[in-house]
């Protein structure tokens, strides 16, 4: 781009950043200091709103950014990624929306607690449930990094590392000041242009190829360098049998995951009912699956444009796929049209990583203070709702968000060239591993125990960090966080396969090897009531 069209692009990114901070501010002021207020907006969002939200936080950079950018680079193996985030939602609505809003108050850990000795079980809890919040971070940042290097003319060290830190200076800042009702209020706005921009760049894709799908493949194989082997099974995920392990292990922790991710179940408290909270998810469903449908057409559509090569000589990871379409697609690098519609792209995929990463970090402060400070300090209860304990959560909270930001800010410096879309599919393992069995035995399995509870958090969550320390991904590969290294002893890329069945064995395990506390059978009656009915819930 010229410089004149470089300067255009930026101002018109930078819109969507002042008007984000214009949300906080005003969220700021309405703000009463409550925890409810904090960690759940009052609890006054309509259902329609909430899947608003909710459809904003999950389609993250990994969505827009990621996936369209593996479709492009390997057809048919990167649409599966689609597919897997699509499907992960049935088991969100039938097993866990309701249940979860009726049995909890604000995080995981108020879920399982209910019927456990409260302070291990909740300081596992919050330890996993932070463990995936920066996980999931990282990817939004390593994202930004790439998207605003290209934004300003190129794919500088530098460039990426000030935005690594501006993003995470700007997520503290949304948490602090506006907590809960000002992240929802970025996350609908997102997901609005979210929506908006997709089906631009879907219709304009379409319109180059006279809406013929079959034209708009033929051509990205064509262009890909693969033939038509790009529209078949195999490309990434196919040949050895380490690659097939990895596609299986990839499927499991994303169809299993999203059940299990904070800050996903953190949006269900935000509702004032159940049924409100059921509701949410269809809502939420509808715009998801509709997006994933464009991101297909996005991904080939990237490849049929530019072509594979072009795609990946500009990241290796494919993280910049839909900007250069964009580019191409409004009449070229050196045109207005261009400049403008890759600068609203842009804007468009920078709101979302800055929604999903408030979000992000919102719930993991709320772990951290709602969960491990409630079982260090006051062992295990949970904050009285008089005004002065509520404040104090709140505190922490706020703190929580700074360290917790410069955690993600650290790790996303060192993950800057690995996908974003990898990047969340190894944090969907993590929280499949180590939330989803404790949350699935809580809700349904009569003689759970505390320390099946425990050990089946630390049994998933353990397992899943360590086989990704010494997987492909961190060293003993090109592409590795660290290539000149080699201590890799595990030759998958995502360790669900093996990580999800530990984290529901050794629940299993714990709960039969231990003796049952003798109220257990009452506050089981107890927690199955609440559940189903919602009597009791907050």
Request: include cysteine; aromatic fraction near 10%.
């Amino acid at each position: 781009m010229t410089d004149d069209h470089q300067i255009l692009a930026l101002v018109l990114f930078s819109a969507f950043v002042a008007a984000t901070l214009a949300v906080t501010a005003w969220a700021g002021r309405r703000r009463h200091g409550s925890a409810e207020e904090f960690y759940a907006g009052g609890r006054l969002f309509s259902p329609m709103e909430n899947g608003f939200a909710i459809a904003g936080d999950y389609m993250s950079a990994a969505s827009f950014l990621g996936i369209s950018g593996l479709i492009a680079l390997f057809g048919y193996d990167g649409l599966l990624y689609s597919v897997g985030f699509l499907v992960a939602w049935l088991l969100v609505l039938f097993l866990v929306a309701e249940l979860v809003r009726n049995c909890g108050r604000f995080t995981l850990a108020d879920v399982v607690a209910a019927r456990m000795r409260r302070r291990p079980v909740r300081i596992a809890a919050g330890v996993s449930s932070v463990t995936v919040s920066v996980l999931y971070l990282v990817a939004q940042m390593v994202g930004a990094g790439s998207l605003v290097a290209l934004l300003l003319g190129g794919t500088s060290q530098l460039a990426r590392t000030w935005t690594v830190v501006g993003v995470g200076a700007l997520m503290v800042f949304y948490v602090i000041c506006g907590g809960m009702r000002a992240t929802t209020w970025i996350q609908i706005i997102k997901a609005v242009l979210l929506m908006g921009g997709a089906i631009a760049l879907t219709v304009l894709v379409l319109l180059r190829f006279h809406g013929d799908l079959g034209t708009l493949l033929t051509t990205a194989a064509q262009r890909s360098g693969h033939g038509m082997d790009f529209l078949v099974p195999g490309l990434k995920y196919g040949g050895s049998w380490t690659a097939q392990l990895d596609f299986l292990s990839l499927g499991l922790a994303l169809v299993l995951g999203t059940a299990g991710l904070p800050h996903i179940l953190s949006r269900f408290y935000t509702v004032p009912t159940a049924r409100a909270a059921r509701r949410s998810v269809v809502w939420s469903i509808g715009l998801i699956g509709g997006f994933y449908l464009m991101t297909i057409v996005l991904g080939f559509g990237a490849a049929a444009v530019l072509g594979t090569d072009a795609v990946r000589s500009a990241n290796p990871a494919g993280n910049t796929a839909v900007p250069l379409l964009a580019l191409d697609l409004g009449g070229g690098a050196a045109s207005t049209g261009g400049t403008i519609l890759f600068a609203v792209v842009a804007a468009v995929a920078f709101a979302t990583i800055l929604a999903v990463v408030a979000g992000i970090t919102l719930a993991s402060s709320a772990s951290v203070a709602h969960d491990l400070y409630g079982a260090l300090r006051r062992g295990g209860r949970v904050a009285s709702p008089e005004r002065g304990a509520a404040s104090r959560e709140v505190a922490v909270a706020r703190i929580a968000a700074v360290f917790v930001g410069a955690a993600a800010i650290a790790l996303a410096l060192l993950a800057q060239e690995l996908n974003v879309a990898f990047l969340v599919g190894l944090a969907f393992a993590v929280a499949a591993s180590a939330n989803l069995p404790v949350l699935l035995y809580s809700l349904f399995w009569r003689r759970f125990t505390t320390r099946g509870a425990v050990w089946s958090v630390y049994g998933g969550l353990i397992p899943a960090i360590a086989l990704v320390v010494l997987s492909p991904v961190v060293s003993g590969s090109p592409t590795a966080l660290f290539p000149g290294a080699d201590f890799r002893l595990f030759p998958l890329e995502n360790p669900g396969l093996v990580s999800i069945p530990l984290g529901f064995a050794l629940g299993w395990l714990g709960t039969v090897t231990s003796r049952q506390a003798p109220d257990a059978a009452a506050r089981h009656a107890e927690t199955e009531v609440r559940a189903l009915t919602g009597a009791g819930a907050a």
